[in-house]
Structures are given as C-alpha cells and as structure tokens.
C-alpha cells in the first residue's frame, strides 16, 4: 500500500488513448504504431501497451528483446481475447541483436531491427541453426549517425531479400531533427526514399513523434510515435493538439517561516532578501525531479531561473537546491491557510507544463519521464 505522503505520478489512460487516435488520424493512409521501450517511458509498459491495443494499436516498438519478451504475453492475451480478427501484434526490438538472444527472439515472436552487417550475419546464423523462418526489419543510416546500415550494406541487404535468403517486413530509418525548423529531415527523407526504393515490397517506415507533423510525404506505411503519446511536445504546432498524460504530484511535509538573511537548503545556495515562507515537500532527484531543477546552487542557474511547482492553484518557485529526498518551495505569495502539511504539490501535468519544467532543468520531457524512480507510485485513472 502507498503511503499518502510518497510521491505519485497519474497517468490519464483517456489522454493517452486520444493522443494516439490523434496521431493515427493527421496520417489517414499509415498504420500507426507506439513505442513503448523504457517501461513505456517510465510510466509502465504493459499498461501503456494495453491502453494503446485496446485504442487500435498493432505495432510496438522496444529497445532490448528482454523488453519484448516482457509485453509478448500481455498482448497476446489480448489479442486472443479481442472480438474482432485484427492483425496480430508486432514487437520490433530497435537495438540489434546477439547470438544468444536469437532464441528468445523466436520463442517471443520478436522482430529484429537489423542495423548492421553483423545483426544481418547473426540472425541468419540463428535461423539456420533452428531451420526457421522469421521476420526481420532493417534500418537505414540517413543522417543521424547513430544506428544504420549504410548504402552499400543496405544494397546487399537488398540482394538478400531479392533471394529470399532474408525475410523483411519493414525498412525504417530515423529523423534527427523532425522538431526543429531545420532542411535536415527533408535531406533524410530524401535519402530513405532511394534506400527503400532497393525494397520495393516492403513497408517503409520513418516519422517519429515529430515526423508525423510534418506531413504525409513522411508517414510511409506505419509511423512510430513516442514522446508525443505521453504528452511531450513534438515540435511547432504540436502542443495544442497533445494532452497530458502524467501528473507528478508530492505531499507538504512542513511549512517554516526562514528570515530574510538566513541560508535555505545545501551549500547555503539561496540567501533570502525578505521573510520567506517555505514549504518542504517529500520528492527529490532520488525521485526523479532532477536537481538541476533547483531555485539556486547550480551551475545552470545563471543562464535561466529554476523550475516552479502548482500549489494551491498558483505556481511557486524552486527554492535552493533540490536534494537527494526534498525540495524546498517559496510560498511566500500564497494564503496562510492554503499550505498545510499533506498539501499536494503539482511538479508536472495539466496545469504544469511537463516540457516547461523540463526546460528550466535544461533537459526534456523523456528524460523526466524515464527518469522517474521506483520510489514513485503509478497510479492509471
């Protein structure tokens, strides 16, 4: 059981499943799939997933095949309870694969995304050794540097599948700067065009979150959105149409009047100019609030001001320095009998802005909401 005092993080199924339908629905002529590695970007990834079957979702999107395997049951008992004869629900591991895990990849029904010449050797290896015969998906380098084959790899990629010696269900490849007013996606898209032209019978894929916004001429045959499902922007025009999803709230532990003069939190980092009321509350970087969000005492805090909380309706600062277990809030503007121990405090969510905070702890939406520890309690509603 939860004490009522630990942090919490609610996560709006209903925002969630309208978020997808919302991206499904700007690219009517794509598939629309999610990815839900990391835990679902740290908000539970079997919920997330069963959320977003129930929504219509077919493809998933996971880093490592252990993540795969962990969803493959949950979603098979849905299919298999499911009225209607949908197609069957694919798990793509994005991250490669290793000799030892091509057998869990099989007994999972997961498809590999082949990024290199070696993940092509090693699944074929695989299959060979186990005489079956399974999909795969490769990935193309367009720009970003990061994971892909090259255009040499990918043209004896393509004499492969042109044999039959490899069976693909999917090339993709992925867009580095889709939130940015930048020519790189339309230099990428460009590139995966004459890629995925070497596989003219596979279904393509490239948009992220981002990348749905900008159009059909990137939506291919399935996109493969993340932040965006879980209420983080996407780029220019996308956050009027994103609904929160999470909502990180904390308990008042104490309320203290602090001195002007006196010092507040570690290091001293917030001298105070005036008679402060400050109210402790129970969340902390051991929590996933990061402490760069700090009111003071940080290097980044000379460059723009620390994050604010909602409390009682109003926003508050940051003050001093988040620690491992606290953070310190200014409620020096708000009514006295508003701030009582057991009191809420909102770190993000609706009234919150999820990328705002991520802005003043010089960071972004995913890496709050992957960032949130164990100590945090999931609660769906």
Request: charge should be neutral; aromatic fraction near 6%.
């Amino acid at each position: 059981m939860r004490p009522d005092r630990m942090p919490v993080v609610e996560i709006d199924r209903a925002a969630l499943i309208a978020n997808w339908r919302m991206l499904d629905s700007r690219n009517s002529g794509a598939k629309t799939g999610a990815a839900v590695k990391a835990n679902g970007y740290g908000l539970g990834a079997v919920e997330v997933a069963t959320a977003l079957f129930e929504a219509g979702c077919r493809d998933f999107f996971v880093a490592w095949a252990e993540e795969g395997a962990a969803l493959r049951g949950t979603l098979d008992r849905l299919q298999a309870d499911a009225s209607n004869a949908s197609a069957d629900p694919r798990i793509f591991v994005l991250q490669g694969l290793e000799p030892a895990t091509v057998p869990l990849y099989l007994a999972r029904n997961l498809i590999p995304v082949l990024s290199t010449p070696d993940d092509i050797a090693v699944w074929q290896a695989g299959l060979r050794a186990t005489t079956r015969k399974a999909p795969a998906a490769v990935q193309f380098e367009t720009g970003m540097n990061r994971l892909g084959l090259t255009s040499k790899d990918a043209r004896l990629a393509a004499d492969l599948a042109a044999s039959g010696e490899l069976e693909l269900c999917l090339v993709m490849s992925h867009l580095a700067s889709a939130d940015e007013p930048t020519s790189q996606s339309a230099e990428q898209l460009e590139r995966f065009r004459a890629l995925a032209g070497l596989f003219p019978s596979v279904p393509r894929s490239l948009a992220n979150s981002a990348g749905v916004f900008l159009g059909p001429d990137y939506a291919f045959d399935l996109t493969r959105p993340g932040i965006a499902l879980y209420g983080g922007e996407a780029g220019p025009g996308s956050s009027e149409a994103i609904r929160a999803v999470a909502r990180l709230t904390a308990s008042v532990l104490q309320v203290r009047i602090a001195k002007a003069g006196e010092a507040v939190g570690y290091g001293a980092a917030a001298r105070l100019d005036r008679d402060t009321r400050i109210a402790t509350v129970g969340i902390g970087y051991a929590d996933g609030y990061h402490r760069a969000a700090s009111g003071a005492g940080v290097g980044m805090r000379q460059l723009r001001p620390g994050a604010e909380a909602i409390l009682a309706g109003r926003r508050v600062p940051v003050l001093g320095r988040v620690s491992m277990d606290l953070t310190l809030l200014d409620v020096s503007g708000l009514p006295e009998d508003a701030v009582r121990p057991g009191a809420r405090a909102e770190f993000f969510g609706p009234d919150m802005p999820i990328d705002a905070v991520a802005q003043a702890a010089g960071t972004i939406a995913y890496e709050l909401l992957t960032a949130l520890g164990p100590r945090v309690y999931r609660r769906w509603v």
